[in-house]
């Protein structure tokens, strides 16, 4: 159905609890989509937990990232001040300008920075076997679908026109890419620097970039520790 059309006849709207996406009512399409939609914000919740639970500075830099992409999305809608379609159909909306669309903007960024970590940053640092590659052309397809389904939902539910999603990708990709050679050719060399700060030592912020597989490490690291004092357990009960 054209946007024109929809706009002539609007459906009526229901709300997802907390979130207040809003899809037209008895449209499961829709419904699935809202929830899609919502992935950006599952992103931020993310990598709020992990760097709360994990600390490490490559996280932090990613994150900040994306607050800086959504800190450009904010200044490019209020100085281009393109309304968003069929004004009206919602009644929850957190800013009355669609250009460009806030959520196309994080997740092409957040996509397009995950593609060249998988195949420039970690490429440098493992050996590229027949494994490694499928598992990361497996993850790069999941999440181009991620990104697609996200921008797609924008305009199905009415709260985007499909050039404001199209430039809001853009918007995200290329700051996904600026980002990443910043953080690989200016902060990288950095992080060792910034681990050994006081504050970042009280705050047990570590680096892990020179690790090639951290998951392996900490398993391997966890494993080896879990043993020793279960040997020194039993030790102590003889």
């Avoid at 709300?15 to 939609?37: C, R």
């Avoid at 996200?150 to 430039?167: A, I, K, N």
């Avoid at 600026?178 to 950095?190: A, D, H, N, R």
């Amino acid at each position: 159905m054209a946007l024109e059309e929809q706009c002539s006849a609007p459906p009526r709207w229901r709300s997802i609890s907390l979130t207040h996406v809003e899809f037209p009512e008895d449209d499961l399409t829709g419904q699935a989509l809202a929830y899609i939609s919502l992935l950006p914000v599952a992103i931020l919740v993310g990598f709020v937990t992990l760097i709360v639970f994990k600390r490490e500075l490559h996280t932090i830099s990613f994150f900040g990232g994306l607050i800086l992409n959504e800190g450009v999305n904010w200044l490019l809608k209020n100085i281009l001040r393109e309304p968003r379609p069929c004004a009206g159909a919602h009644s929850t909306l957190y800013s009355e300008y669609g250009m460009p669309s806030s959520h196309s903007q994080l997740i092409w960024f957040f996509v397009v920075y995950f593609f060249l970590f998988l195949y420039l940053r970690m490429h440098q640092t493992n050996n590229a076997r027949c494994v490694d590659l499928l598992w990361r052309h497996i993850l790069s397809i999941i999440l181009l679908g991620m990104a697609l389904s996200v921008s797609y939902s924008r305009v199905y539910l009415l709260y985007h026109s499909w050039s404001q999603v199209f430039y809001g990708g853009v918007a995200g990709s290329t700051i996904g890419i600026i980002w990443f050679f910043f953080t690989q050719e200016v902060l990288t060399p950095l992080f060792p620097k910034i681990a050994a700060w006081p504050i970042s030592e009280y705050f047990l912020v570590r680096d892990t970039s020179l690790i090639p597989n951290i998951l392996w490490f900490e398993y391997t690291v966890t494993r080896s520790e879990a043993r020793n004092r279960q040997r020194k357990l039993g030790t102590k009960l003889q």
